[in-house]
């Protein structure tokens, strides 16, 4: 007997509450057990613990990522404990062994910017573009006044819009458009919310300036006037290995650079394990984490004459040691938007000891020192063992753990792998567990 179609058109299920909808789910998918459900139910504390409904639409459950602590981390002489959400396995343990091997050196050295967004309102239907143009920079003053109005508060803690910026796009799909460019010092905010009420609020005198029509008035991603710097160094002593020699690994760290700035489909792998830390940090603050996805890759694949190249740079200094740099946009926050009210957010931004005001900066700073440490790591296990060693490695644990094994179980059947050489696949994992249980 065939099952009957599901029908998706559920009527006022925005309306319903999260356990009404979860009661919906269950009749629709008759496929999800008792346990199941209770899984979803359970997962929904946090939505209680924030007195909040829901964070976005038609909220069923909350999607949990385990969310670890880095260690060894630090930043400008502070000592640091780093919250990572990833499910990715080895992303933390990468990291702090990282970390460990540049605190030899005095840990990461950071600098920002000012958190500079970019606002766009795009204007059409003008027959003179350069005109408008220059009609617009001579209203500067004006637009700069009533973009400031719309944020009191912004202005009053050292923010605001700064400048302004107009350019003329003459060969589009659709003809010539003028772009008009708020520059906004966004504080401790990642600065969506602020720039686009200010971008709507230009809009119309815009309009009036040059008889053209706006249409699209929106921050920018890119936020390549927002950018954050690290550095350290990793000696070669400290990276001695039984198999390699710290300069052996160096040479390696750096050919596996070299290869990632000529080749285009290496790069994409190498600035993902940039991401990888980045990214973890950003979902255990609350930021938005896509938002910085489409900045930093556009960034990589625009400031070097137009083509996608690493994130992070490796050379080798006068004493022979390792030198790694990186310089990405990130648009953090503290203020506004989810992290305000996310708990966990919450809770991690204290075990940061981020506040307000300044708060934002040092968490873009901190991002930035964990990419560069992951890009370390990463590299370090491909010139050296392989990645697969620490990914398998984990795998195995968490095969272990998922047939029922705990504590010291788990640890023996790792090692019973490793002595026996055997491959880490679930019937291997299996086999010893109950051998030994």
Same mark, same amino acid.
């Given at each position: 007997?065939?099952?009957?179609?599901?029908?998706?058109?559920?009527?006022?299920?925005?309306?319903?509450?999260?356990?009404?909808?979860?009661?919906?789910?269950?009749?629709?998918?008759?496929?999800?057990?008792?346990?199941?459900?209770?899984?979803?139910?359970?997962?929904?504390?946090?939505?209680?613990?924030?007195?909040?409904?829901?964070?976005?639409?038609?909220?069923?459950?909350?999607?949990?990522?385990?969310?670890?602590?880095?260690?060894?981390?630090?930043?400008?002489?502070?000592?640091?404990?780093?919250?990572?959400?990833?499910?990715?396995?080895?992303?933390?343990?990468?990291?702090?062994?990282?970390?460990?091997?540049?605190?030899?050196?005095?840990?990461?050295?950071?600098?920002?910017?000012?958190?500079?967004?970019?606002?766009?309102?795009?204007?059409?239907?003008?027959?003179?573009?350069?005109?408008?143009?220059?009609?617009?920079?001579?209203?500067?003053?004006?637009?700069?006044?009533?973009?400031?109005?719309?944020?009191?508060?912004?202005?009053?803690?050292?923010?605001?819009?700064?400048?302004?910026?107009?350019?003329?796009?003459?060969?589009?799909?659709?003809?010539?458009?003028?772009?008009?460019?708020?520059?906004?010092?966004?504080?401790?905010?990642?600065?969506?919310?602020?720039?686009?009420?200010?971008?709507?609020?230009?809009? @119309? %005198?815009?309009?009036?300036?040059?008889? &053209?029509?706006? +249409?699209?008035?929106? /921050?920018?991603?890119?936020?390549? $006037?927002? =950018?954050?710097?690290?550095?350290?160094?990793?000696?070669?002593?400290?990276?001695?290995?039984?198999?390699?020699?710290?300069?052996?690994?160096?040479?390696?760290?750096?050919?596996?650079?070299?290869?990632?700035?000529?080749?285009?489909?290496?790069?994409?792998?190498?600035?993902?394990?940039?991401?990888?830390?980045?990214?973890?940090?950003?979902?255990?603050?609350?930021?938005?984490?896509?938002?910085?996805?489409?900045?930093?890759?556009?960034?990589?694949?625009?400031?070097?004459?137009?083509?996608?190249?690493?994130?992070?740079?490796?050379?080798?200094?006068?004493?022979?040691?390792?030198?790694?740099?990186?310089?990405? @946009? %990130?648009?953090?926050?503290?203020?506004? &938007?989810?992290? +305000?009210?996310?708990? /966990?957010?919450?809770?991690?931004? $204290?075990? =940061?000891?981020?506040?307000?005001?300044?708060?934002?900066?040092?968490?873009?700073?901190?991002?930035?020192?964990?990419?560069?440490?992951?890009?370390?790591?990463?590299?370090?296990?491909?010139?050296?063992?392989?990645?697969?060693?620490?990914?398998?490695?984990?795998?195995?644990?968490?095969?272990?753990?998922?047939?029922?094994?705990?504590?010291?179980?788990?640890?023996?059947?790792?090692q019973l792998l490793q002595e026996r050489k055997l491959k880490v696949t679930f019937d291997n994992v299996k086999s010893i567990y109950e051998e030994l249980k």
């Amino acid at each position: 007997m065939s099952e009957k179609p599901r029908n998706s058109r559920i009527a006022g299920f925005y309306k319903m509450t999260v356990e009404e909808r979860q009661n919906t789910i269950k009749r629709l998918c008759p496929q999800l057990t008792d346990d199941e459900i209770k899984c979803l139910q359970n997962s929904t504390a946090i939505l209680d613990h924030a007195g909040q409904g829901h964070y976005i639409e038609n909220t069923i459950a909350v999607m949990q990522v385990p969310l670890g602590i880095a260690t060894n981390f630090k930043v400008n002489g502070e000592d640091y404990l780093i919250p990572m959400a990833v499910e990715e396995a080895s992303v933390v343990a990468a990291a702090s062994n990282s970390a460990k091997v540049a605190r030899a050196s005095g840990g990461f050295f950071t600098s920002t910017t000012d958190p500079i967004m970019i606002g766009q309102i795009q204007i059409v239907g003008i027959s003179d573009p350069f005109n408008a143009r220059t009609l617009i920079l001579e209203r500067k003053a004006d637009l700069i006044t009533i973009a400031n109005q719309q944020d009191p508060i912004l202005v009053k803690f050292g923010g605001g819009c700064r400048d302004l910026n107009v350019k003329v796009l003459s060969d589009t799909l659709t003809g010539s458009m003028v772009i008009v460019e708020l520059l906004v010092d966004v504080r401790d905010a990642m600065g969506a919310n602020a720039v686009n009420t200010m971008n709507e609020a230009v809009a @119309p %005198l815009i309009e009036e300036i040059t008889k &053209g029509k706006s +249409r699209l008035r929106i /921050i920018s991603n890119l936020a390549d $006037k927002r =950018l954050v710097r690290a550095r350290a160094i990793f000696k070669a002593k400290e990276l001695d290995t039984k198999d390699m020699t710290g300069e052996e690994l160096i040479n390696g760290i750096i050919e596996a650079y070299a290869f990632a700035e000529a080749d285009v489909y290496r790069c994409a792998t190498h600035n993902k394990g940039i991401m990888n830390g980045i990214d973890a940090v950003a979902v255990a603050t609350a930021q938005d984490w896509r938002a910085i996805e489409a900045g930093v890759h556009t960034y990589a694949a625009t400031r070097n004459e137009g083509k996608y190249r690493s994130l992070t740079t490796w050379e080798k200094n006068e004493d022979g040691d390792l030198v790694g740099t990186i310089e990405i @946009p %990130l648009a953090v926050g503290l203020v506004g &938007g989810v992290a +305000r009210i996310h708990p /966990i957010a919450q809770i991690t931004f $204290k075990i =940061l000891g981020l506040k307000v005001p300044g708060g934002a900066l040092k968490l873009a700073e901190i991002m930035a020192a964990v990419g560069l440490a992951q890009n370390f790591g990463a590299l370090r296990a491909l010139a050296s063992v392989g990645i697969q060693a620490g990914h398998m490695k984990l795998h195995a644990r968490n095969l272990a753990a998922s047939l029922g094994a705990k504590g010291e179980l788990i640890d023996d059947i790792v090692q019973l792998l490793q002595e026996r050489k055997l491959k880490v696949t679930f019937d291997n994992v299996k086999s010893i567990y109950e051998e030994l249980k």
